[in-house]
T-cell receptor
Framework: GAGVSQSPSNKVTEKGKDVELRCDPI?????LYWYRQSLGQGLEFLIY????????KSGLPSDRFSAERTGGSVSTLTIQRTQQEDSAVYLC??????????????FGPGTRLTVL | GQNIDQPTEMTATEGAIVQINCTYQ??????LFWYQQHAGEAPTFLSY????GLEEKGRFSSFLSRSKGYSYLLLKELQMKDSASYLC?????????????FGRGTSLIVHP
């Protein structure tokens, strides 16, 4: 079956431009997570959605980052006025419900963002 | 902070057994996940522990001690394809929600 998909797979942008990253979770998964992974670093939690609501936005690095989810499905992560330190792989994951022994995260392939 | 500590790199021989340790802050803890990530690929789920003890799944086992804030992933009968990064992730309470908090990963190199 279809897994989590993300687009674009690669994005190169100039400093100061805005970018929008998209995540299509597995159908029926209510929970959706965004992470950032820089070279040699672990996954940095950014935000998660339960349905269309984001209970915790504290992981977003700055107010240039925002995310939304509509219809309990597709989510977009927007980075405004990109900076070079935003360069990373942005990973999305979805889960059938709240994380537990029955509900694991399924990760998408990621979007590699390069800010020149 | 909510530090998740695990070794940066480990090496082992094909056919051997390796144990990857992970320690985490115990306050607000609600479970621990292990993921495998091959270079250039997305992480994939390996195991989940919420109660003390050992969970066995084929060649992979994971152990948890809640009181010690300690977990390990045990890989038996190592194969070359097991060369990957192994990520420890603790569910920790943050702002009223349980958030997956990842360590930096342990890069395992399996050699012949």
């Amino acid at each position: 079956g279809a897994g989590v998909s993300q687009s674009p797979s690669n994005k190169v942008t100039e400093k100061g431009k805005d970018v929008e990253l998209r995540c299509d979770p597995i159908s029926g998964h209510t929970a959706l997570y965004w992470y950032r992974q820089s070279l040699g670093q672990g996954l940095e939690f950014l935000i998660y959605f339960q349905g269309n609501s984001a209970p915790d936005k504290s992981g977003l690095p700055s107010d240039r980052f925002s995310a939304e989810r509509t219809g309990g499905s597709v989510s977009t992560l927007t980075i405004q006025r990109t900076q070079q330190e935003d360069s990373a792989v942005y990973l999305c994951a979805s889960s059938p419900g709240p994380l537990s022994s029955y509900n694991e995260q399924f990760f998408g392939p990621g979007t590699r963002l390069t800010v020149l | 902070g909510q530090n998740i500590d695990q070794p940066t790199e480990m090496t082992a021989t094909e056919g051997a057994i390796v144990q990857i340790n992970c320690t985490y802050q115990t306050s607000g803890f609600n479970g621990l996940f292990w993921y495998q990530q091959h270079a250039g690929e997305a992480p994939t789920f390996l195991s989940y522990n919420v109660l003390d003890g050992l969970e066995e799944k084929g060649r992979f086992s994971s152990f948890l001690s809640r009181s010690k804030g300690y977990s390990y992933l045990l890989l038996k009968e190592l194969q070359m394809k097991d060369s990957a990064s192994y990520l420890c992730a603790a569910h920790l309470l943050s702002g009223g929600s349980y958030i997956p908090t990842f360590g930096r990963g342990t890069s395992l190199i399996v050699h012949p």
